[in-house]
């Protein structure tokens, strides 16, 4: 455990050391960093995971937080993974991308230094066992986050996300300290472990609600979702992907940790999880399909793949609610692979978004177009991403889709009339989420990467970036891997999916992993059928001559940019059978001659919670405080009347308590 805490400091080190070097080396130092603190980190994790024992590590700090203990179980050592590769895959993805910012008047050492911060404090805060403790590495990361989003704090509308976002991450902290202030009262008691036998008590759906909404907020759960597509089209696009990728699984992270100290949780508690997982994930891809700005259409997928998880983690509670082992085994281990494969494919479509924008300078989809062209090697690697979201054979995202789909058939054969409404429902649901996506980046890749360019783009794009590259290549690979070899990946989730169903039998685990032995097996005959026809294609065509021409075009010889497609025309037909969940902004500069010289017109969508619950509440907020804005005079001589007014009654309190 040691050298997981000498990991955890070379990473802020290895960041303040970039103050002392050039522009050019920033990246390089840090990312150097980052790699030696991999040995440190991975170690003891893969460890942990491949079946040692729990390490745990005690230091004592000063009142109030007391004595910490750090523990690295399954769970954390699983987190520990994904946060410590997601950290260095940032920091050398951010060589290449931050190369923008060198001559800029933003400072890079600030960047990495945050970053830094950031990695670190998430793995302190999937290891620490102690509320107070926990909460200050939680701030630290919320802290820490809010500077990276504001990088850019030029820009108003980076400031105006960054402040949205610090905002929301507090609310969130408020209903955690609330929550964890419950725990420790009534458990008399800062550790976790003391925690379960309040969790046996009555009330332990509402604290457990405290907590769903504290983690939700951080993880993006609709409808604590909002500042999510802000922050991340603000955000450095190596920011981005580390905190849709990385940062929002620490909220899933603390519901999981909860379920671990509940143990078997209640039946309203697991259709709560169950039915908030379906909303955001059914939202969230609903309103990907409508937008324009890259970016924020990825951020809205995170939304949606969140509720995946959440669906994942809601099967496996009814699985524990219920008694039934193996609908909670599928459950979970549906969940916590997503979280890995979602960390994997969410991370390779922001770099390739952030590829396109440093070659482009621009994220909105309607002016792009043809890219394939120009990048190809970062069109090949975004396709590998898209498919693996879609959910589609062969890429990763369908292994742990299928093992939540397996999980929600099991619900079927329960004679438990809830469970068979909860599982249909919810199988209808990812069904859907996974149809919306296919639909999403099927606009996403077509309208970027084919057809022609709709704007002029700056000389001599190309795929140059090898720091930018790399990162998604080691990506693409592992996608590929977890997709084609399920037999061989499932059972390394064994010790970590243990965790939650600890009265499963062996025969149990040996059956699901048969199923997915079965699965590799069928999938790797389809890719040998695939390489087949491909060869006995080339074998017929061998020394004959083959014509190519373009695809029909319907006689249209013109080839005119703004004739294509554009996104909002694809999605169109979709979205305007749903116009009452995804509203629309339009504009209309119509035409007023009868040989007009221009006629305009934009369309964007709104979000329906932003737009009926949030915006309101904001609005209300503001006018209450509007009502002391005469406390704000400007007289330096009132401050100082409110100061003595403040101490007088201060002491007049003091005394009358003695």
């Avoid at 990246?27 to 995971?49: D, K, M």
């Avoid at 979602?342 to 922001?350: A, D, Q, R, Y």
Wanted: some cysteine; aromatic content about 14%; glycine content about 10%.
């Amino acid at each position: 455990m040691k050298l997981f805490l000498i990991g955890i400091v070379l990473l802020p080190i290895g960041a303040f050391l970039t103050i002392f070097t050039s522009p050019k080396s920033k990246g390089y130092v840090f990312s150097i960093a980052a790699l030696i603190a991999q040995f440190f980190l991975l170690t003891p994790a893969i460890l942990v995971l491949a079946g040692g024992e729990s390490l745990s590590l005690l230091f004592q700090l000063s009142d109030p937080i007391g004595t910490v203990r750090l523990v690295l179980d399954p769970l954390a050592a699983f987190f520990v993974l994904i946060i410590s590769c997601g950290g260095l895959l940032a920091a050398i993805y951010s060589i290449g991308y931050m190369k923008i910012y060198e001559n800029s008047r933003y400072t890079l050492s600030a960047y990495y230094i945050f970053m830094g911060l950031l990695i670190s404090a998430m793995l302190l805060v999937v290891t620490a066992q102690n509320a107070l403790f926990f909460l200050v590495m939680w701030e630290m990361m919320s802290i820490a986050s809010f500077f990276l989003v504001s990088f850019e704090n030029g820009k108003e509308e980076v400031r105006k996300a960054g402040l949205y976002y610090l905002i929301a991450m507090q609310i969130g902290a408020a209903f955690l300290i609330a929550a964890f202030a419950w725990m420790v009262t009534r458990s008399g008691s800062m550790d976790f472990v003391t925690f379960r036998q309040v969790f046996q008590t009555s009330g332990s759906y509402w604290i457990f609600l405290l907590f769903l909404i504290g983690f939700g907020t951080k993880a993006g759960l609709v409808p604590m979702h909002s500042w999510l597509p802000r922050a991340h089209p603000a955000a450095p696009t190596g920011v981005s992907a580390l905190m849709s990728g990385v940062m929002i699984k620490t909220g899933i992270y603390g519901i999981l940790r909860l379920l671990l100290l509940w143990g078997t949780p209640d039946v309203a508690a697991s259709y709560t999880v169950l039915g908030i997982a379906l909303v955001s994930g059914i939202f969230g891809v609903m309103n990907a399909i409508a937008q324009h700005d890259l970016k924020k259409l990825l951020a809205y997928h995170s939304i949606e793949n969140i509720g995946i998880i959440g669906i994942g983690i809601g099967i496996g509670m009814l699985g524990l609610a219920y008694h039934q082992n193996t609908i909670a085994l599928l459950g979970f281990l549906g969940g916590l692979l997503h979280v890995f494969n979602h960390f994997t494919f969410k991370s390779l479509l922001f770099y390739g978004a952030g590829i396109i924008y440093s070659k482009t300078h621009t994220r909105q989809i309607e002016k792009m177009g043809g890219l394939m062209h120009y990048l190809p090697v970062t069109a090949v690697l975004f396709l590998v991403g898209s498919l693996a979201i879609s959910g589609l054979p062969l890429f990763s995202g369908f292994i742990s889709e299928f093992a939540i789909y397996l999980g929600m058939i099991r619900g079927f054969g329960v004679t438990n009339l809830s469970l068979n409404v909860a599982s249909l429902v919810s199988l209808a649901g990812l069904a859907f989420i996974g149809i919306m996506a296919v639909l999403c980046f099927t606009k996403v890749f077509g309208i970027c990467f084919l057809g022609t360019p709709r704007t002029a783009y700056p000389e001599n794009i190309r795929d140059d970036q090898p720091a930018m590259l790399f990162p998604m290549i080691l990506l693409a690979g592992v996608i590929l891997i977890i997709g084609l070899a399920a037999g061989l990946v499932v059972p390394l989730m064994s010790r970590i999916v243990s965790q939650f169903v600890p009265g499963h039998t062996v025969a149990e685990w040996t059956e699901i992993r048969l199923v997915f032995s079965q699965i590799s097996g069928v999938l790797a005959i389809f890719v040998v059928l695939i390489f087949g026809f491909l060869a006995l294609r080339r074998i017929l065509l061998r020394n004959k001559p083959v014509a190519v021409f373009k695809t029909w075009d319907c006689g249209y010889q013109a080839e005119i940019p703004r004739a294509q497609y554009t996104g909002s025309s694809f999605a169109s037909p979709f979205t305007g059978l749903v116009s009452g969940i995804i509203p629309k902004h339009e504009e209309l500069d119509s035409p007023k001659t009868l040989f007009p010289l221009k006629a305009r017109f934009t369309s964007h969508s709104e979000d329906l919670i932003d737009l009926y619950l949030i915006t309101p509440m904001i609005r209300f907020v503001l006018g209450f405080l509007k009502l002391f804005n005469w406390i704000q005079s400007g007289r330096t001589q009132q401050y100082i009347l409110y100061g003595l007014v403040f101490l007088v009654v201060l002491l007049i309190w003091i005394i009358g308590m003695r």
